[in-house]
């Protein structure tokens, strides 16, 4: 039998996902992505999640340490053409680069013989739910009510309460500085991948891009001169005046690290190496370009790199294709 908290926390939960769960033949995919216009708006042709950003191309080129590790040809040595894509968190296209949300680095790697590797990346080292059955009641708890323009702080306290991994983001968001350049962050990839060698050997690990010269955060005096908008045209002056790159490293897993929950950082004393480097040397005068066609979905993986079996990395597939049908079907109205 139900206790009576237990079943006042049940009635709650089922209210915070009542609104994008009334109709039964939605999906979860189209229920995540209705959750992000929920909160963020719905604006036609845009991205539902990391709305505002730009794109550039550059390449990578990957070392020996890659290739012992992994067979995948991006490794292989040579120039891998990438098209980038940079970009500020959430679903709002008009979001202020002052916001303490996530920057996003997103890449397409073409490879030869026509394969790919599409990865999408953000300035935190941890995603903001475990599971992906979290995504809609993190949302659905942070709707604003249209009244005050705000989420109910009960709702959100509540929610927060019961599933304290999900303010692990915010809680690093909020005392890390807001990135003072696209070219001077830190990019995790979160998810854990396998990667494999040419002798099938396996290694699972979490990868980042490490900005050569540094990450470099703004000061509050700083942050507070600053427009609303101004990294994408720091970007484009940063890349005319020389190249950015950011060094591929790779944190190894030892036995026991979890590999199935983004909102587990692994221990700093875990071996990271590096496997390459990514050189950004282009921007697109406009936003758009090349990068609005693409959905850089993370399970399109080269020979050599594998998903793990992380819920929420096997789970992103979907909702990004429903938002780039939305997207761009839209645009081209
Ligand atoms: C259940 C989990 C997730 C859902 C439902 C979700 C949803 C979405 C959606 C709908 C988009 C827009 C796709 C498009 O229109 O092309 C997107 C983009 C993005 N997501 Fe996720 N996401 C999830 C997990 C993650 C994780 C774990 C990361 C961390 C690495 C991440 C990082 C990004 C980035 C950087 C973009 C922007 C990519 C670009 O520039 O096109 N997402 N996500």
Redo the contacts with the bound molecule.
């Keep these: 039998m139900k206790t009576l908290a237990s079943a006042a926390v049940t009635t709650v939960l089922s209210s915070l996902l009542l609104p994008f769960t009334t109709h039964a033949q939605t999906s979860l995919p189209e229920a995540?992505?209705n959750a992000?216009e929920s909160v963020f708006g719905k604006h036609a042709g845009f991205?539902?999640?990391?709305a505002k950003?730009l794109c550039a191309s550059g390449y990578f080129v990957g070392n020996t340490v890659g290739r012992a590790l992994s067979s995948a040809s991006v490794f292989s040595g040579d120039k891998v053409p990438v098209v980038a894509?940079f970009?500020v968190g959430g679903g709002n296209p008009q979001a202020s680069d002052k916001s303490r949300s996530v920057r996003?680095l997103?890449l397409q790697f073409s490879l030869p013989q026509g394969e790919q590797w599409l990865t999408?990346?953000?300035s935190a080292p941890m995603?903001f739910?475990s599971r992906?059955e979290q995504?809609l009641p993190f949302f659905s708890a942070r709707v604003p009510d249209p009244a005050t323009g705000k989420p109910d702080p009960i709702n959100l306290k509540l929610f927060s309460e019961l599933n304290p991994e999900t303010t692990l983001q915010a809680a690093y968001l909020a005392r890390t500085p807001v990135p003072s350049s696209y070219g001077a962050a830190n990019y995790w990839?979160?998810?854990a991948f396998e990667f494999v060698n040419a002798r099938g050997k396996s290694q699972f690990a979490r990868w980042q891009f490490v900005p050569e010269q540094g990450a470099l955060g703004l000061t509050d005096a700083e942050l507070k001169a600053r427009p609303d908008h101004f990294l994408a045209d720091e970007l484009r002056q940063r890349v005319a005046a020389a190249p950015v790159a950011f060094d591929f490293k790779l944190q190894l897993a030892e036995i026991g690290d979890v590999l199935t929950d983004?909102t587990k950082v692994w221990p700093d004393t875990r071996t990271v190496v590096p496997a390459g480097k990514l050189v950004i040397d282009r921007v697109e005068p406009d936003a758009g370009g090349a990068?609005d066609r693409i959905?850089?979905n993370p399970l399109v993986l080269p020979k050599g790199i594998k998903p793990s079996a992380d819920p929420?990395l096997l789970?992103?597939a979907a909702?990004?294709g429903v938002?780039?049908g939305r997207?761009l079907s839209e645009s081209a109205k």
């Design positions: 995540q992505v992000l991205r539902r999640a990391q950003g894509r970009s996003g997103a999408a990346n953000i995603y739910v992906p995504f990839g979160v998810n983004p990068c959905t850089f929420v789970a992103r909702p990004y938002s780039l997207r």
